[in-house]
């Protein structure tokens, strides 16, 4: 890691550390969320594990990128299930009661 890259770290840690405690000594303590945007992949667990350090904070999440996501399209499910529309295997009902008294008999 460079040590311009640890500056720029520690003034952002000194300063979620100073607004944790802030927060942590509040009697009225609420739930604030702060999204951090990591461009190097690499890093992401680095600085989820620094978040963590913070005194105050509760959870970190780490969201997954849009390549990440399966393309749902392609999976087993959806395949079932398009064809089960395209066979004509799909019920309507015109409520939820109506639903249920077709799925209950």
Do not use: W
Not at 6 to 20: E, G, I, L
Not at 56 to 62: C, H, L, N
Not at 68 to 94: C, F, L, P, Q, S
């Amino acid at each position: 890691m460079s040590i311009n890259f640890m500056r720029h770290f520690m003034v952002v840690y000194n300063f979620f550390n100073n607004f944790a405690a802030e927060i942590y000594n509040n009697k009225e303590q609420t739930m604030a969320t702060i999204v951090l945007q990591v461009p190097d992949e690499s890093l992401v667990a680095k600085v989820k594990q620094a978040c963590k350090m913070l005194m105050g904070v509760s959870s970190v999440k780490v969201q997954k990128t849009a390549s990440d996501v399966e393309d749902i399209t392609k999976t087993a499910h959806y395949k079932a299930a398009m064809d089960d529309v395209k066979n004509g295997r799909v019920y309507h009902a015109d409520s939820v009661d109506d639903m249920f008294n077709q799925i209950l008999g």
